[in-house]
């Protein structure tokens, strides 16, 4: 988007706002397997195939306004850096001499601003734009609203921070009035959408910032698939927009960005294809930015307050059973809105109060401390950040209680994500994501020495769910929710019982430190013939968010299939691994269960303290025998041991892809295979390998890879690999003829990437 003519009179502006709530199980800081977004290992996977990936790679990042989601960006920045690094470079190139780039910013949750207090309002935008200053290096002059929602007291605290404008649909348009002018009511269809509009704040007439409200049958023409049904279509409806060709106007068009290639297929290659068309004919693509510098608002505008873009009933959709739902599931009833939240608020204010009172002992001004410590880069868990920041002196006991004081305040804040009351029933996965940050913020409560939980659930239990086996939301809470939680001791447990099965090491994220000693076994044959086997060995952990550590003697014995016994007996307990091995083998199963429970306590952990991901593979790897017959439990046998062997640091990877390639032989479909949601990641790694280390071995291994899994019939990832394949073309275009320029040039023509670099070196 170069810097535009007024005098041209015609400009289109398409604004996308991509999003994802926060999916992470919050005890982990990782995303777990969703079953629902298969071949993918989960939603965000999946739309970043579809929508994310395409839109970066073909540039139309460059050529359009957007705002994505903070949490999303961490997302990505962790798990696809390359992507990660496309977003913030097109917005970069967008911004040329003026420094007026396409990216705007969102506050940093995905809150209703209008249902929050004035401080959560001004932590959740300060949070938002700092965020985006330190990821795309400027300041950002926009702002989106989550679903649109606005009042007069959340727009003046954005203009207080230094927002220029923001954007609104147009029914949230109340009167307008030119200078000098009497105000005049208007209506969605009645607003002209082609102009920016100021606002003046009722609460400090200092304060404005401009709104852009956007063309509401072009926009809901993105989300029906209507306006990019094809590139012609798209560039006709935005000429039949125009109004009066002697003034300058900008059609702008906006949605949810993932209709782009995700829920409408080819969107995005019609979006290009119209925008090519219309910069031919002299219709250019702007920013609102850049639109605004050009054309500054000559009217004013008053604002319908507690309005959305997503709800006709004003904020109902969050609030109460308003009859905004995704579906019209029969005598269904969406009454749990409005209990969740008072159960949500009521749990917020007493942890706001623990907050205060741990952060008033050192700081002055609790609340600015939050506004300052950003979930973003070292310094969110280093105490001298803090200490840099206090009143008053702390020891570092004190400073590990604020520490955890503020990430409860994190969690807090992110139980009001929007997601949670948008669909139709508190068992969906997106309520399930906000009590889980409820219950994380609960569990970091009781680190403080206050547990609030069991008035939270007697709360929960007036927001009635239409699913009958939940009766309501504490049932849903109790069944989906705390099993998900994860402590330093199930994490123990679940490093243990992957090393009695020589699964250990396994990969964990970067914040949980688990070291396991060496193992001790002990095997005997149980009456039915059965295996059993006892292992003892040394397990510490270590959380960097919460600076929790501890370390037991973890025993597993290991009765049958998945039949699991874990006890963590102290590091302290006087402990004699030999005698207790003596002790199994004299033993029955019952009766060595009991000893141990008498000894170090029941077991708490069996095959559920396993992590959900590694829960469900091994499911796969240790079905009986009986169920597969004999020649197909072998082949699973020999992929373990295979995958095991690549777990472990091996790159002898032949073995692993004739099994791969020859899964369908044996009756088994390679994506079912255990493990086999990992082996994309698998051939990302050869190819990045073979494109930072070059030579004739790496490369070969990569080529390998990417043609066992196409033959095995695995979804690879299209736009990673044309990424690959453009990265590598950049890498080799300014080296003589070799055999990596050949297999690049062959990639790259598999790919349909016909304009390769290589071929115009």
Not at 366 to 376: E, H, M, T, V
Request: proline fraction near 4%.
């Amino acid at each position: 988007m170069g810097a535009s003519n007024p005098d041209s009179g015609r400009f289109v502006c398409v604004h996308g706002h991509f999003y994802q709530p926060p999916r992470e199980n919050p005890w982990l800081g990782a995303l777990e397997r969703e079953e629902t977004a298969t071949p993918f290992h989960d939603w965000n996977e999946r739309i970043s195939e579809e929508c994310y990936g395409p839109f970066a790679l073909d540039d139309l990042l460059q050529r359009v306004s957007f705002n994505f989601g903070p949490t999303l960006l961490s997302w990505m920045e962790r798990a696809h850096p390359n992507l990660y690094r496309r977003v913030i470079a097109a917005d970069r190139l967008s911004a040329g001499e003026d420094g007026l780039g396409n990216a705007i910013a969102q506050p940093y949750i995905h809150a209703i601003l209008p249902l929050a207090a004035r401080r959560e309002k001004e932590t959740l935008v300060r949070w938002g734009l700092a965020d985006f200053s330190a990821r795309f290096s400027r300041k950002s002059l926009g702002l989106w609203l989550p679903e649109t929602a606005v009042d007069d007291e959340t727009l003046d605290v954005a203009a207080a921070e230094g927002v220029k404008f923001v954007i609104l649909d147009p029914s949230q348009a109340a009167e307008v009035r030119s200078e000098d002018e009497e105000w005049a009511a208007v209506t969605a269809q009645s607003l002209e959408t082609n102009r920016a509009y100021r606002w003046i704040s009722p609460i400090d007439d200092t304060r404005s910032l401009a709104v852009f409200f956007y063309h509401r049958e072009l926009s809901s023409g993105i989300v029906s698939g209507k306006t990019t049904r094809s590139g012609e279509a798209f560039a006709s409806a935005v000429r039949d927009s125009f109004r009066n060709e002697a003034v300058a106007e900008m059609t702008l068009i906006a949605s949810d960005g993932e209709f782009y290639g995700h829920h409408n297929r080819g969107a995005e290659v019609a979006l290009g294809e119209g925008l090519r068309q219309l910069e031919e004919e002299g219709i250019r693509s702007i920013n609102p930015a850049r639109f605004l510098r050009l054309c500054p608002p000559d009217q004013e505008v008053l604002i319908q307050p507690r309005t959305s873009w997503s709800c006709t009933h004003g904020l109902g959709r969050w609030e109460n059973d308003c009859g905004c739902r995704s579906t019209s599931l029969p005598n269904w009833s969406q009454s749990w809105r409005g209990p969740l939240r008072e159960a949500v608020d009521r749990l917020a204010k007493r942890l706001d109060a623990l907050y205060e009172d741990e952060a008033g002992v050192f700081f002055d001004d609790p609340w600015g401390l939050r506004d300052a410590f950003l979930s973003r880069g070292a310094e969110e868990h280093d105490l001298r950040f803090i200490k840099n920041l206090a009143q008053r002196p702390f020891n570092v006991n004190q400073g590990v209680r604020l520490l955890r004081a503020l990430e409860m305040q994190r969690q807090c804040l992110a139980m009001f994500t929007s997601c949670g009351w948008f669909f139709d029933d508190p068992s969906g996965i997106e309520t399930v994501a906000i009590l889980q940050r409820a219950a994380h913020a609960i569990d970091l409560s009781c680190l403080l020495g206050e547990n609030p939980e069991d008035a939270f659930i007697a709360r929960l239990t007036e927001a009635k769910s239409n699913v009958a086996s939940f009766s309501d939301a504490a049932g849903v809470y109790c069944r989906l929710v705390e099993p998900t939680r994860v402590g330093v001791d199930r994490l123990a447990a679940h490093a243990a019982i992957l090393d009695h099965l020589e699964l250990w090491p396994s990969k964990l994220p970067p914040q949980l430190n688990v070291d396991i000693g060496p193992a001790v076994r002990v095997e005997k044959q149980g009456l039915a013939g059965h295996d059993r086997a006892l292992s003892v060995r040394t397990a510490s952990v270590r959380r960097d968010d919460t600076r929790e550590e501890a370390s037991w003697h973890a025993i597993v014995r290991r009765a049958d299939g998945l039949d699991f016994c874990c006890w963590l007996a102290p590091k302290t307990a006087d402990f004699d691994v030999a005698a207790l091995g003596l002790q199994f083998l004299a033993q029955d199963d019952d009766a060595f269960r009991e000893a141990l429970d008498a000894r170090f306590g029941t077991y708490r952990f069996g095959f559920d303290a396993v992590l959900s991901d590694e829960r469900t593979e091994l499911r796969k790897a240790f079905a009986s025998e009986q169920g597969l017959g004999a020649e197909r439990a072998l082949f699973v046998r020999r992929w373990v041991r295979a995958v095991v062997a690549s777990r472990g640091g091996g790159r002898e990877d032949r073995l692993l892809l004739e099994l791969m390639m020859s899964a369908r032989e044996h009756g088994f479909l390679a994506e079912n295979l255990p493990w086999a949601f990992r082996l994309p990641e698998e051939l990302q790694s050869r190819l990045e390998e073979a494109l930072v280390l070059g030579g004739a071995t790496t490369v070969s291994r990569a080529l390998s890879w990417l043609d066992a899994m196409g033959l095995a019939g695995l979804k690879i990832g299209e736009w990673r690999l044309r990424d690959f394949s453009r990265r590598w073309s950049e890498k080799l275009s300014s080296q003589g003829p070799s055999v990596e320029k050949d297999a690049c040039r062959a990639l790259s023509e598999r790919l349909g990437e016909t304009e390769a670099i290589l071929e115009k070196a």
